[in-house]
Every structure is written in C-alpha cells, then in structure tokens.
C-alpha cells in the first residue's frame, strides 16, 4: 500500500525506520520537515532529510542519534582552528552530504532530486520528500528574541522559552509533496514535535487542505507520552505556547485533520477526551527502543488503518 | 631582509619553508600560483596555496607531499558513494580547509584575505599572496584537445604531451603581489615548474613589468637537475614545448628578468653557457631532502644575495 508518513525529528525517522522494515507491505514515502534547514560552513545542511537518508541507509549513529555510525571529525577539527562556529558538529561523512547537497543545490537542481539522487545511492527504496523546495525556515520567537532554530534546538540546548513560531521565507509545498498526499492509500503523522516538526509541513500553502481533501485514512501518533516528550523540548514548548503537554494537547492540533490519533498505553485514560475531538482514539505501545519496536508499532499502525 | 619568492608547486613551497626556517633573517612574502585553482565538489581548491599553508604551518604530510599529515578520508569515502568525481583525493581536514575558503569567497572575502587569515589561524609568520585575486586557471593544449590543469595534472597523470599553456580569464596581479615586487629587498624565483607554476604568475599583466621594473637584486633558482625535474613533469613539458630540457632551457626563460641563475653542482658545467644570458650563473647543491637542505639552499642564496 501507497503510506506517506509526515516526519521530522527522532521519533517521525524511527517510525519510517518501523515502515522501511515493512517493505514488503509499505510503498513508503516520507515528506520530511525543512523548517530545521540551516547553512553551516557555507553549506547547506537539512539535518531531518538526513536522519531519514542516514536512518533508512543503515548508516546512522544510533548512540548519539544522529550522524553517521563510525565518522571521523578531522574537518571539524581543523574548521575550530580556522575560527569556525564550532556549536554544530559535523562528523566528515556527515560533511560530505552538505558539500554533496550544496554543490547539487548551486547547480541549479532542487532539494527534491537531490535527495532522491542521494537516498538511491544510499540504497533506500523509500522515497524522502522534502516538504518543499524553497526557503522556509523555522524562527523561534523567545523572551530574547527571533532567533533560528538550530540556534534555539543545539547552540542554546533548548533553553529559552518558547514564545511562538513562525517561518522565514515564503515557500510553496512541493508539487511532489502535495501528491504524495493525494495519492496515498494511508497517511500517518508521525510522532514528532508538532510545532517545529510536523508544523512547519502543515504550514506550507495547500498542504493542510490537501490533507484534509485526501481520501486516503489518516492517523496521527502522539509524541507525547505521560506529559513528558520521549526526547527534544517538544513537552516543554506546547506548554509555553499555551497547549496542554499531553496527548490530548497534541490531539488538539491534529483536530480536524485526521481520523485517528494514537496514544501510548500510558496514556489510555485520555483516549476519551481525544474521541471526543472527532478522531477515534486508539492506543498502542509507542516507545521505539528497537528496531522491533519500530516494525511492531508500524504494523500496528497498518492494522489500525484496516491494512493488515 | 625583505624577501619576496615567487612560488608554486613542490620545489617552491621548500624553498619557502628553507627562508621560513631564517625567519630571524627574512621578512618572507610568498607570492603563490593559483593557476592550478580548481572547483571541486563545489569548493574551491588552491592546491599551491594550501601546499604553502600546511608546509609553513608545519601540517603537511611530507610522505605525500601534499595534505595534511594524519588527515583522515572519511568524507571522500562518502562523496564516492554519492557519486561524486573521486580522482582528486581529498582529506578531511583539507576539505575543511576548501570549504571554509569557499564560504568566505562567497561571503565576498578576496582569496588574499581569506589565505591571510587561514595563515593567521595556523600561526604562520610570512606572508603567502595568491598572484591573483581573480580567476586565472591555467588551461593545457594537448594532442587531445585543450584541458583543466588538473585534469591533466592529477585525472590524466600528466602523460598528454604538452603543446602549449594559456590562461582563461582576465586576471590582474593583485596589489599586494605587485607591491610585494616593489618593496622587496631581493626576489626569488623558486625552483618550481617555470611553464605552469611560475608562468602563471609573470602572465600576469603587471607582473613582469614589476619584476623588470624591482630596485632588489633578483635571482631565479632552477627546478631541474640534470636535465630532469626532480617531481612533476616540467622536464617533459619543456621538451616538449621546444625548450632545452635544462637548467640552460630554464634559464632562458628568466632572461632579462633575473640577475642571477643558481643551478645544482651536478649542473656546473652549463653555468658559461647561462652566464652568457646576461646573467650571473651560480652554483649551490639545491636538492632539498630535509629541512636542514631547505634552510642551507635558502641560507646560499641570501649568502650569493649579499645578505649573509
């Protein structure tokens, strides 16, 4: 079956990683967020598509979760002696996709193919979408001011308080992004942090009424489990931004756009208030540790949706 | 003193680290080669100029005698897997070095600055001057058609027969390299290939102007011993160009130029013929095996100079 899965983050890569095991059921795509793009070193780096190219490659470092498993950091080395900002650290391997991204992007190609050329040299069959080609970036606004994300998410370590959310740039979903919703026979937002993840997809022109036009089911998976986020500050910004830090808050944003929404069973007692949001509530174990973990809620996942 | 060499390739870039190594004596300025600039993987690479940086910065990696000693190459293991044109071997911290030149290219910074600060940042004393500022890629005639130095150099190992050498772009010599002739208290002409390390830098217009026009006592020290360059192809490439494959062959070249030709002791026997070039020719063991060889060749020729 044709599955688009809406992704950004940890637990939006490990969910694909859950589908991209299922390959003999799944025709995969994944439309990735690009709020989080940034330029590093005169490069560009778009780090959500390449935790899904790495994670869907097998190249990943599933230590630290992110980067690529075994790279080096002598580039990173010498550009910190070269004055560099040293705040985002960049293995070499890691390196050599912004260089290989940069170059493709200057000669005029779009972030779309680009990726596509490197998920195939990669070996992925799944297809990785950028939500859009052009310009849109996250901007965070903080009791310190508008600053960009990764300079909220990595060289502030999340600190400042979250004060609201907006986008620099005026982009446009891609044409490949909008199909892949219209086309799919599923679609599944991911467990990711829906105001700087599945947000910044959600925020483009047409995608949240092709999302909502698409005939296909549609489910959400929380990424909140009792009131705390697995990882990253999404707990922390749905409630400085005024939601509740729960399944429920989340469900909340999701209202209205999809048919179901999944809890983790530690959230059972809140399925009621989520049905009655108009989506049907369903739990399911979501706590991705391992790769079975990952396969068995994308399998729960299909059976929810009548796919099994 | 105030010592200006004109350098490219590995024979200059020794010479430079002998009059380094006299730094108590020598006020260094390197006038550097930039015709063997290329793009690779959409950085700009300055091979002559990055020799000069990790030489005098004491990174080089003096088994290969180009990059950076202990450099890693992960991130080429990586560009090979995306595909990308793998016959130019980059190291990680020497593709650091690329990209953060190419960052503050774009940035609008002028390759002067950018080596000036690079330089700076390695801790490096002398001065190393790009020639030029602006593009100036040496271009190969060849049976087989007209070639990228480096395709020639590296891609094609140098075995195309070379029918002649021009210049694309419309380079100026920058002003410092100019007012680095005309302050100089004496110049010299490293022992470095004379057709495309050297004859990038004086086709510069200005430059021989500069040169002819330079109040210093300026001398020229020859890339070949015994009719054969001791690295690179230049002795073919005289041949082949319809020059004496000689320290006489070189020493034409320079006529009109240089007031003296130094030539190794195993040359001694055309030292008449090149005297009679209007030039005093001058003899000194100019192998340069260890760093000590590097500072005796450098000591001689402050010594011949006068400024012992």
Redesign the interface.
């Known amino acids: 079956m044709k599955l688009t899965l809406l992704a950004g983050g940890t637990g939006g890569t490990k969910l694909a990683h859950g589908f991209a095991i299922l390959a003999e059921r799944v025709e995969l795509t994944v439309i990735a967020n690009v709020g989080d793009d940034m330029e590093l070193?005169?490069?560009h780096v778009s780090p959500d598509v390449d935790a899904l190219l790495y994670t869907l490659g097998g190249l990943i470092d599933t230590e630290r979760g992110w980067g690529?498993r075994g790279?080096?950091f002598?580039?990173?080395?010498?550009?910190e002696?070269?004055?560099?900002p040293a705040w985002f650290t960049v293995?070499?391997?890691d390196?050599?996709?912004h260089?290989?991204r940069?170059?493709?992007l200057?000669?005029g190609d779009r972030l779309t193919d680009v990726t596509a050329?490197?998920a195939a040299?990669?070996g992925i069959r799944a297809r990785i979408l950028p939500a859009t080609d052009e310009r849109h970036r996250t901007l965070i606004e903080t009791d310190e001011g508008v600053i960009d994300f990764q300079d909220y998410f990595v060289r502030l370590g999340q600190r400042p308080e979250v004060r609201g959310v907006r986008f620099d740039g005026d982009a446009r979903a891609s044409a490949e992004a909008l199909e892949a919703i219209r086309d799919a026979e599923l679609i599944v937002i991911g467990p990711s942090n829906p105001i700087v993840s599945i947000g910044p997809i959600l925020e483009l022109p047409g995608m949240r009424d092709a999302l909502i036009a698409a005939g296909a089911p549609k489910l959400a998976v929380s990424p909140i489990i009792g009131g705390r986020a697995l990882k990253g500050p999404a707990d922390r910004m749905l409630a400085s931004l005024g939601h509740e830090s729960s399944s429920l808050g989340v469900a909340r944003l999701y209202a209205g756009l999809v048919d179901r929404f999944v809890l983790d069973t530690a959230d059972a007692p809140l399925a009621p208030a989520i049905g009655e949001l108009g989506m049907a509530a369903d739990v399911l174990p979501s706590v991705m540790r391992t790769d079975a973990d990952r396969a068995a809620l994308a399998a729960g996942l299909l059976a929810l949706a009548g796919a099994t």
Chains 1, 2 share one sequence.
């Open positions: 070193h005169g490069l690529v790279d080096t002598t580039a990173h080395a010498m550009l002696r070269f004055g560099a293995g070499d391997a390196l050599a996709t260089v290989e940069t170059k493709r200057r000669g050329a490197m040299a990669l």
